[in-house]
């Protein structure tokens, strides 16, 4: 399985971006996809996952901010971020964990997409 994320860039505070995650490969038939960011000396943060069937969940930190939702016939994971803020700027990755018939579960990271919001 490969993960391939998009869409980071350069955006003004209060700008909106979307990032995609796309996926390759056997993606299983239960699956989970989150969303998490990285700065220079900080932890990998989760902002958001997804289920195979379209059931969400998101930190606190971007409840109201950010959207995570998913095309499963393009095998693809987006991420509306909406009302950046500089805070926000951070490396952005994907993640795919699935779960095979012992429910044991495999990660896959998608390389990162640089977000910068600045003015």
């Known amino acids: 399985v490969q993960l391939q994320a998009s869409g980071g860039g350069l955006v003004r505070p209060g700008e909106s971006l979307r990032l995609s995650c796309a996926a390759s490969?056997?993606?299983?038939?239960?699956?989970?996809v989150g969303w998490y960011r990285q700065t220079p000396g900080k932890q990998r943060e989760l902002l958001a996952t997804?289920?195979?069937?379209?059931?969400?969940n998101y930190a606190d930190s971007v409840k109201g901010q950010f959207t995570i939702s998913r095309d499963n016939a393009k095998n693809t994971v987006y991420l509306q971020m909406n009302s950046l803020k500089s805070e926000d700027t951070a490396v952005y990755y994907c993640?795919?964990?699935?779960?095979?018939?012992?429910?044991?579960?495999?990660?896959?990271w998608g390389q990162g997409t640089l977000v910068t919001v600045s003015s």
């Open positions: 993640n795919m964990e699935i779960f095979d018939s012992d429910n044991d579960g495999h990660d896959y």
């Open positions: 997804i289920t195979s069937s379209g059931s969400p």
């Open positions: 490969g056997s993606t299983g038939s239960f699956n989970i």
